[in-house]
């Protein structure tokens, strides 16, 4: 099995921003952004967008439900007070 290369720090940074120097991936990530700050309900150019980007109705599906689970996650970890135990990378402030 190959082994997977891992993002660089200049792409993790760009990944915060929702932005990558690959151009599919980056209409994924602006696609999840959107459906995090539309609170689910993105604009239909978003979806045009991921779809026009290459990606499926099922990879699409897939990136809703990866945005619900890390947002459920969240919930119950903030709620029961979750001890983090692996390191703190704070959040670059979007440009």
């Given at each position: 099995?190959?082994?997977?290369?891992?993002?660089?720090?200049d792409e993790i940074?760009?990944?915060?921003q929702?932005?990558s120097?690959?151009?599919k991936?980056a209409a994924?990530?602006r696609?999840a952004r959107?459906?995090?700050?539309?609170?689910?309900?993105p604009?239909?150019e978003?979806?045009?967008?991921a779809k026009?980007a290459?990606?499926?109705?099922?990879?699409?599906?897939?990136?809703?439900a990866?945005?619900a689970?890390a947002?459920?996650s969240n919930?119950?970890?903030e709620?029961?007070?979750t001890?983090v135990d692996?390191p703190?990378?704070?959040?670059?402030?979007?440009?």
């Amino acid at each position: 099995m190959a082994e997977q290369e891992g993002l660089s720090e200049d792409e993790i940074e760009r990944a915060q921003q929702s932005e990558s120097e690959d151009e599919k991936r980056a209409a994924a990530l602006r696609f999840a952004r959107e459906v995090v700050e539309s609170r689910g309900h993105p604009s239909d150019e978003a979806f045009d967008g991921a779809k026009e980007a290459g990606y499926s109705d099922e990879q699409i599906m897939e990136m809703i439900a990866t945005v619900a689970l890390a947002t459920f996650s969240n919930y119950v970890n903030e709620t029961i007070g979750t001890e983090v135990d692996i390191p703190v990378r704070e959040p670059i402030q979007s440009r």
